[in-house]
């Protein structure tokens, strides 16, 4: 299935687009400018995804399905560690 390994591939490279989010804010320790509630709905929707896509016979897009919500469980697991603590670089000037 062609649009089955285009979809898989979107959530594939979605996976790794979050995860790059996750590197930056373990490297700055820090959140700036990001809505936690968005990316909790985005989370759900992949969650929603892992039970939608097997109803579709869609196996490829299942498979990557769970690579995204996985790197957006880690991505809202850090959002709400870093805004939680209150780490923030200060400027210096």
């Known amino acids: 299935m062609t649009a089955d390994l285009i979809n898989s591939a ?6 790794i687009f979050i995860l790059d989010h996750c ?12 809505s936690i509630i968005a990316t ?25 399905g769970v690579f ?3 790197a957006n469980c880690v991505w809202v697991g850090l959002l709400v560690r870093y805004r939680k603590s209150g780490t ?5 000037r």
């Open 10 to 15: 979107f959530e594939a490279l979605g996976g």
């Open 23 to 34: 590197r930056i804010v373990l490297r700055d320790k820090r959140v700036a400018g990001v």
């Open 40 to 64: 909790v709905f985005f989370t759900a929707w992949g969650f929603w995804n892992l039970f939608y896509y097997p109803h579709l016979g869609q196996w490829s897009s299942f498979w990557g």
């Open 68 to 70: 995204l919500v996985l």
């Open 88 to 92: 923030h670089h200060k400027t210096q």
